[in-house]
Nanobody, 116 residues
C-alpha cells in the first residue's frame, strides 16, 4: 500500500486547511485510515481516524474543529478554526488486515503551519 498526502501549508490562526491522502496498491482490507501529527520536540499523536463503516475518533483538542471523512481509498481531514498549537507535520496512515495481523502503512508527512 502506498499513501500520497497533500494539502498542507501556511494559514493564519482561525483559518482552515484540508488534507487529503489517497491509498494505492493493495487497498482491499484497509479497515482504518487516519492522521497522526508530530510537532517539534513532541511525540507523534493521533489526530483522527475513521474506522469502516464510518465510525470516527478524534484527539480531544481537535474535537469540534476537525472532521475526518473517507471516500473509498481517500481519507480527508478538514481542519477549521486552526490554532498555532496545531502546527505540526501531519502523517496519514492506513491499517490493512491480513488474516490475524494488521499492517500499518504511512504516507509522507505534510507540513501544517498556523501563524498567530
Amino acid at each position: 500500500v502506498q499513501l500520497q498526502a497533500s494539502g498542507g501549508g501556511l494559514v493564519n490562526s482561525g483559518g482552515s486547511l484540508r488534507l487529503s491522502c489517497t491509498a494505492s496498491g493493495s487497498t482491499f482490507s484497509i479497515n482504518v485510515m487516519g492522521w497522526y501529527r508530530q510537532a517539534p520536540g513532541k511525540q507523534r499523536e493521533m489526530v483522527a481516524r475513521i474506522i469502516s463503516p464510518g465510525s470516527a475518533e478524534y484527539e480531544d483538542s481537535v474535537k469540534g474543529r476537525f472532521t475526518i471523512s473517507r471516500d473509498r481509498d481517500t481519507v480527508n481531514l478538514q481542519m477549521n478554526s486552526l490554532k498555532p498549537e496545531d502546527t505540526a507535520v501531519y502523517y496519514c496512515f492506513a491499517d490493512r488486515s491480513r488474516g490475524w495481523r494488521v499492517d500499518t502503512h504511512w504516507g509522507q508527512g505534510t507540513q501544517v503551519t498556523v501563524s498567530s
